[in-house]
């Protein structure tokens, strides 16, 4: 799925299952960002990770919660990167490429989705199955709830 123009979007499913992946690639560099949000947080206006309800990896390679710098990757994150993101309920961890960037954030509450977003010309690509890295060892695609009756 292509995200362009400006804004964020949240998925429509929550991670509910114990090791889940997706993830993005960058077609075209601007403001950007890919992370987890719960529903409470605030969609209008990039760049995310200012409220207590997003963790965001920002396209300048910062991750943010809250409004503060939570890490940086030692990376340049371009054009053409494939931006992979685990979340086991304890840390989410970023890959580029299919490498660990080494920059878990922990300390993740509630129940998240997948956050993503973009402006000034970024254009983005979501995977959340058919993925152009295989994912790390027992993460796999997010898994849709589903109510027997």
């Known amino acids: 799925m292509r995200i362009c123009g400006t804004g964020a979007a949240l998925a429509n499913a929550p ?6 992946y997706f993830e993005m690639k960058l077609q075209s560099t601007g403001i950007w960002g890919i992370g987890l949000a719960t529903r ?8 995310l990770g200012k409220d207590s309800e997003s963790w965001v990896l920002r396209s300048d390679g910062t991750v943010y919660h809250n409004g503060e710098a939570l890490g940086k990757v030692s990376v340049s994150l371009t054009e053409g990167d494939i931006i992979g993101v685990t979340y086991d309920h304890i840390e989410m961890n970023f890959y580029r490429n299919g490498s660990s960037l080494q920059c878990p954030i922990n300390g993740i509450r509630g129940t998240v989705y997948p956050l993503l977003y973009v402006d000034e010309g970024a254009i983005i690509d979501v995977q959340f199955n058919e993925f152009y890295h295989e994912p790390p060892s027992g993460f796999d695609k997010i898994m849709f709830e589903q109510s027997l009756l």
């Open 40 to 47: 409470k947080s605030n969609l209008n206006g990039v760049p």
């Open 15 to 20: 991670l509910v299952q114990d090791k889940s």
